[in-house]
């Protein structure tokens, strides 16, 4: 049971809302964290938190497309396609990585640690080409700068390069 | 262009500034928020928010003191205020920056507007993706709390006023403010039939009012500045006050830009974004984010305010400008708008949800040199059959794209069908095999 030793998150994001079924997305992301992807026993442990049938979670999860129902890599590596990046060069970004691990969207690398995904907009539009690697910007993208960055994961399991508080153009020095 | 004063970027662009709560009070931050609580009228507040002139920034522009007036004032039981941060409307990049670089103003925002309609709990909806921005404004919430700006004792009032993060996952419709409520929910994000208004039926069928980020980010320095001083901002009383704009695309310094409001696309293009990339002419710029029709050359005159756009047959939306250089394909650019949308369609609407996936398949196959020549006539007849057929806006955002692009580049298209029409041996009997998008 991935929520019994969680007790006081649970408790504080349900005293969040008047309405429990509100806690339903924090969960999902908490069960997502806790195992990698929302399993179905997880989506059974939450249906029981929140006075759901496990339909309703599942349901309400298949919605949303930031929950993973099948286990991932360790690092989940989302590019955008959409327009606003992909005139400047996002359908390069899918062919680098795919240089770079071997994979195209969709695939994992054999060694587990990378997947491969595009998706729509990310909301990092001026700053384009760019991807997502779990919680972590990476924006302005370049062959170069998405090795470095596929490395530093690979071999610290953090990378120097990514986003900070955002602000573009930034401040002249 | 004349020089003018910055309101929601000032703090930021202070050197050094990192957007801690000792910063923003020091630069005058919370100074609105004491002022109100010392005791004004919440219906003050609203006429001096009306009188300021100040419309909505998350897309449809309604005039933010007038939103909140719909709240029934003597209403029983809890209200709700939402703070729209879900972002999503490609082009747009601006409300991820003042969360991430000035929580605050945000908040600051927030806890007047919850004194005005009488909430005592607020929620933030921000996009699932904008994990950064979450963990800050989590932060900045406690750091306000601390100081006695929310809590359960606002200044010493006695009043409550909590504000909490709620992540999205994922769904570009939850920036819809009915979708965006059934989400919070703990629901699929689908938007509900209006009437009823969230003003009346919003969250838990309570009295609620969404706002975007900007436009609450805007409201402290309504009330320490006065509603004359905003009013006389930038093109009233077309829009009054400052706007960001996202500038992205084809252009030299693509980023966001706070502008008062009426500067004309030339001056924001050329003037504040340094012009086209590689010099290559403008082909073509979308005004106000994916939702908004395409624009040519000759619109490059026109003012960036709700109404100048409108009649120039688009729409300001959410402040996100997308230009294109010569040598962009039109119909590719539709196409990768339309993907988009398709991937987006909540599946509530069926003239929505199945004619998208139409309108992307037969876009497919032109892009693949397969098209027929029919497929014109049928594209413009599927974008006819959604358009005002939906339950939210989201039918005329997708069909916006393609109506526009046909409009005013239709020779691509035809260009596209004729080189299938050359490759095809026997026309007639050839339809081509339509593949899953």
Known sequence: MIFDKLKDEVEKLLSRYPVKRSALLPLLYIAQREEGYVSEPAMKEIAMLLDLTPSQVYETVTFYSMYNLKPIG???????????????????????????????????SSDKNFTLSVVECLGSCGTGPMMQVNDDYYERLTEEKVGHILDELKQKGSS?????PFMFPQLAK | MAKYEKILFKNMEQPG?????????????????????????PADIIETVKQSGLRGRGGAGFPTG?????????????????????????GTFKDRQLMERDPHQVLEGMAITCYTIGAETAYIYIRGEFWLGAQILERAIEDA???????????????????????????????????????????RGKPRFKPPFPATHGLYQKPTVVNNVETLANIPHIMNRGAEWFA???????????????????????????????????????????????????KAFIPGGASAPFLTPEHLDVKMDFESVAKAGSMLGSGGITVMEEGTNMVWAALRLM???????????????????????????????????SDLDLLLDLCKSIEGRTVCAFGEAEVSPIVSTMRHWRSEYEELIREAEASRPNSKQEIPVLSQA
């Open chain 2, 339 to 373: 993907e988009f949308f398709y991937h987006e369609s909540c599946g509530k609407c069926t003239p929505c949800r199945e004619g998208s996936s139409w309108l992307v398949q037969t876009m497919q196959r032109i892009w693949r040199r397969e098209g027929r020549t």
């Open chain 2, 145 to 187: 709390k601390q100081a006695g700006y929310l809590g359960s004792d606002v200044l010493g009032s006695g009043k409550t006023i909590n504000i909490y993060v709620h992540r999205g996952a994922g769904a570009y419709i939850c920036g819809e403010e009915t979708a965006l409520l059934e989400s919070l929910e703990g629901k």
């Open chain 2, 66 to 90: 007038v939103k909140w007036s719909f709240i029934p004032k003597d209403h029983p039981g809890p209200k709700y205020l939402c703070c729209n941060a879900d972002e999503s409307e490609p």
């Open chain 2, 17 to 41: 500034y990192v957007g801690s709560l000792k910063e923003y009070e020091h630069l005058g931050g919370y100074q609105a928020l004491r002022t109100v609580f010392a005791g004004m009228a």
């Open chain 1, 160 to 164: 120097s390069m990514k986003s900070g």
């Open chain 1, 74 to 108: 360790k690092y989940h590596i989302q590019v955008c396609r959409s327009l606003m990046c992909a005139l400047v060069g996002s359908d390069n970004v899918v062919e680098w990585i795919h240089k770079k691990l071997e994979i195209t969207p969709g695939q994992t």
């Open chain 2, 232 to 282: 006389a901002i930038g093109e009233p009383p077309k829009g009054s006050g400052t706007r960001i704009f996202c500038l992205s695309g084809h252009v030299k310094r693509p980023g966001n830009y706070e502008v008062p409001m009426g500067v004309t696309f030339r001056e924001m293009i050329y003037e504040v974004g340094g012009g086209m990339r590689s010099n290559t002419p403008l």
